[in-house]
């Protein structure tokens, strides 16, 4: 009997410019598919408007392409996906496995963790606000390719919002069911989501939808150990030459090619050799890096 296909995804935001954290998220996530012969797919998550910056999504795709990474699929983008969105937040409130909150953040603890203040029904003289999803508390586990075994304790962190306040849905629960939807087989993505993970797996769960593989890599942080981010403004991929900005995601990675390779040869070499057993088994990885000069508009294919 063959083995189910390998279906990975890279799901970037559009609130700023690929970045080089980004950027490892993408790679491996590539090269975990592309390497077991699978697909992989591209999503928009652009479902949180206010936080949206001009033209990134466009950049954020027109980057990749110049590394030469393009999906298997047309990309596809969350915010034609509210219909399916709504079925499922319908499911789970007729299932009693989510109910509405009038709480706002200012009525939680200073540990942030929800105490269950509507979770018998909302107190008098108040009005509905979000959503939450109501987790029970049950302990369980799942198997990362990368961080190993990872104790699940979602109660740990209460009952979490699905729909917020402003009528927007949560990433937790529209990543779920689009997951489900591009039949995803591999989630490859930074370590500072694992707690997404075990958030995610109760939804999937609830909706009787499957559940992918996890892989989460190490998150790639400055020398003061903070994590390059959009907010923070780190270095754009866009100011990078693509080899060098390639092969810097590989080390990183743990994949160390040979020198002297071009753009298709630096691909095709580390497709054929991707290990996972080489990546970093940590959580958080100073990124260092040398992007090289600011790109012409040519696309290097020199050694």
């Known amino acids: 009997m063959n083995a189910a296909p390998v279906i990975g995804r890279f799901a970037p935001s559009p609130t ?45 795709l027109h980057d990749l392409a110049r590394l030469d990474m393009h999906p298997d699929a ?21 299932a009693g496995l989510a109910y509405p909150c009038a709480c706002s953040r200012a009525d939680l603890p200073e540990s942030g963790v929800y105490p269950g203040t509507c979770r018998q029904g909302i107190p008098a003289g108040r009005k509905p606000r979000s959503v939450r999803f109501r987790v029970d508390a049950e302990t369980g586990h799942f198997d990362d390719l990368v961080q190993g075994r990872i104790r699940t304790a979602p109660a740990a962190g209460g009952d979490f919002v699905i729909r917020r306040a402003d009528g927007l849905f949560a990433y937790q629960l529209a990543v779920v069911v689009d997951d489900a939807y591009q ?65 810097a995601a590989l080390d990183f990675l743990g994949q160390r090619a040979p020198a002297g390779l ?40 020199s050694p």
């Open 183 to 247: 039949q995803v087989t591999e989630v490859v993505r930074g370590a500072d989501l694992l707690e997404s993970s075990q958030r995610q797996i109760c939804l999937q769960k609830a909706l009787g939808l499957p559940r992918p593989v996890y892989a989460h890599l190490p998150v790639a942080v400055d020398a003061a150990g903070n994590k390059l981010s959009k907010r923070s403004r780190a270095d754009p991929v866009r100011c990078g030459e693509p080899v060098r900005m390639l092969r």
């Open 74 to 94: 047309p990309v596809l983008y969350q915010s034609s996906r509210l219909t399916a969105y709504q079925a499922a937040l319908d499911r789970l409130l007729t």
């Open 262 to 301: 071009n753009l298709d040869g630096l691909w095709q070499w580390a497709i054929q050799n991707w290990r996972w057993e080489c990546v970093p088994r940590c959580k958080t990885l100073r990124a260092e890096f040398d992007a090289g000069p600011p790109p012409t508009g040519q696309r290097d294919r």
């Open 16 to 60: 700023g410019d690929l970045h080089f954290g980004s950027l490892v998220a993408a790679v491996g996530s590539y090269l975990a598919a592309r390497s077991a012969g699978g697909r992989w797919l591209l999503r928009v998550e652009d479902i949180d408007p206010p936080r949206e910056v001009a033209g990134s999504a466009q950049r954020i």
